[in-house]
């Protein structure tokens, strides 16, 4: 007897450490199986219009994708298999193939924030209905969030130092499981006419194919991402080496210590924003690494910050998981209600989106944005703080819109977590920050000598470096001669920010003052906050507060 399983890709977008392709492939009932026994499994990722993040996509978080699946499938033929690609509604094409196949098992990785819950029922529920059984894994996340929340007495943690007493309590996350056998696996084929009713594709699409095109920024591009497990192995290659390096010098965290906006990034995150790359195996990768080095100060164990990062996306992962309004303001029970503008000048917010703010640093960053998927996490935090509690007043949902669409690792948890908090809306000490990145204090110290700027800006490559990060402030004369007139061939600054500052400031300080008379931060909103600065540090990744 053979059984069918199908193992459904969503996120985990890999081999190494899925629990969920470990119990795809293995035979139930072990003791009463034959030597001949197989499983046959149907990798399966279904073109919804949702999972994975497609609802709101660009065209580099596409093609990331598309390599990623074009990876498992380059993997998937080594075992004598391939990918299968359906376009359509998840229920129907498990429905069918049950129908014709006979499927035993739908196993998959477990996707936990409340966006995919409804999608995740619907199929829960006809599993339930065929008697196949639905089987869901953690892997994407260290811990399984509902288990934080059961162990903080059923709510979640308010704060960062609250999640860690939990996580404490729970222990070590779990180690990554072994690689896959497939020794016992055949691949059944989809019957033709099937197929085609439930538009099996017959090749890895491109983004052009679902109506996606590049940018006009792409032109600019200077680093090519390339999606997928394999990409994802050798990066962390390099960055255990990185990481290595650090230990033995006496620090951690190097790209923070040393921020380095025009070399390649050392940066994982995209690959564990796709699952590409096992969360917990950078985990253990990392913490093993670092208890093996010889300069380890007993007397002062850093370890738990070594992962910081990894650890807030967890945070950010649990804070979300009950809360469906978590990406809005309105609603939101964690967020604040700043009276961000009404209704804001369309123009200025393209300006911001387009990288057409007249701030070299803000409108380099912003166009690589669109050209790469990619920033700097000092420049996304300036970029973020300057749309909103910085200069323009605007609401972040804006820009946690703009970053889900083109940035490459933005989830919807994480991604919101970092606008609620650079906005001062939560995961914020009750606006007691409320100084924001200044874009030209950031690019004297990020960009001395201008080079990213005209990397990402062409019409300002011949501007003379003093006058680089403030072009405005250069002669009629200079600008006549390069051939770059402010106003003309770049914008003039759409804000003062001086002004914008004062403003801003005192309507933080206004409400922070009603906040306060209402009973906050002991008996106000319950929204997030860090319990001291040692977080805000430690979340920026910044040496100095006062560079927030």
């Known amino acids: 007897m053979t059984r069918t399983h199908i193992l459904w890709f969503r996120h985990g977008l890999r081999f190494h450490d899925n629990p969920a392709l470990q119990d795809a492939i293995h035979l139930q009932n072990r003791g009463e199986q034959n030597n001949e026994e197989t499983v046959g499994l149907l990798p399966i990722f279904i073109f919804d219009g949702e999972t994975a993040g497609t609802s709101l996509v660009g065209y580099n978080r596409m093609t990331f994708l598309l390599q990623s699946l074009t990876d498992l499938d380059e993997q998937l033929q080594q075992h004598g298999g391939k990918i299968l690609l359906f376009k359509g509604e998840p229920v129907h094409i498990f429905r069918r193939l049950h129908e014709v196949l006979k499927i035993s098992m739908i196993s998959f990785e477990q996707d936990c924030e409340p966006i995919w819950k409804s999608r995740d029922e619907r199929v829960r529920t006809v599993c339930g209905e065929m008697g196949v059984k639905y089987n869901e894994r953690v892997s994407h996340t260290l811990w399984t969030p509902r288990d934080v929340i059961h162990a903080n007495g059923g709510i979640p943690p308010l704060t960062y130092e ?5 996580t404490d309590f729970l222990g070590e996350p779990p180690r990554p499981v072994g690689d896959a056998d497939w020794s016992k696996v055949h691949f ?64 951690y965290l190097p790209n923070h210590a040393f921020p380095d906006l025009l070399g390649p990034p050392s940066s994982l995150s995209a690959y564990l924003r796709f699952g590409c790359l096992s969360v917990r195996r950078f985990y253990w990768e ?4 670092y208890h093996g080095s ?23 992962y649990t804070m979300s998981v009950d809360n469906p309004k978590y990406g809005e303001m309105k609603d939101n029970p964690i967020c604040l209600n700043i009276p961000w503008i009404k209704d804001p000048d369309m123009h200025i917010i393209e300006a911001w989106k387009q990288g057409k703010t007249g701030f070299p640093l803000l409108d380099a960053a912003m166009r690589q944005l669109l050209a790469e998927g990619w920033l700097h996490h000092m420049l996304r935090n300036t970029v973020a703080g300057f749309l909103t509690r910085g200069a323009l007043w605007i609401n972040w949902e804006v820009g946690l819109r703009h970053f889900l669409k083109h940035l490459l690792d933005a989830d919807w948890s994480v991604c919101a977590g970092n606008w609620m908090w650079v906005s001062s809306s939560a995961f914020e000490k009750l606006l007691d920050t409320s100084k924001s990145c200044c874009p030209v204090g950031m690019a004297h110290r990020l960009d001395p000598h201008g080079e990213y700027v005209k990397r990402y800006i062409p019409e300002i490559r011949d501007i003379p470096r003093e006058y680089i990060h403030q072009p405005w402030t250069m002669p009629i004369e200079i600008q006549q001669n390069i051939g770059c007139v402010i106003g003309i061939n770049y914008p003039l600054p759409i804000v003062n920010l001086q002004e914008a500052s004062e403003f801003n400031t005192s309507a933080m300080q206004n409400l922070r003052s009603a906040l306060v008379a ?24 910044v040496p100095n507060v006062d560079a927030i």
């Open 162 to 166: 609250m999640f860690l007493a939990v």
């Open 188 to 251: 059944p084929v989809i019957p033709p006419k099937l197929a085609a009713e439930l538009n099996l594709l017959s090749a890895i699409p491109t983004a052009e194919d679902f109506g996606i095109f590049p940018e006009p920024e792409r032109a600019l591009c200077h680093l090519e991402w390339i999606g997928g497990e394999t990409q994802a192995l050798k990066k962390l290659k390099d960055r255990l080496e990185i990481e290595a390096g650090a230990f033995e010098s006496g620090y």
């Open 286 to 289: 990392i913490h093993d690494l």
């Open 294 to 316: 010889n300069n380890i100060n007993p007397d002062k164990d850093e370890a738990p910050h070594i992962t910081g990062q990894l650890i807030w996306r967890e945070y950010f």
């Open 518 to 541: 209402k009973g906050a931060p002991e008996t106000g909103p319950p929204h997030c906050r860090p319990s001291n600065n040692a977080e805000i540090l430690s979340f920026f990744g």
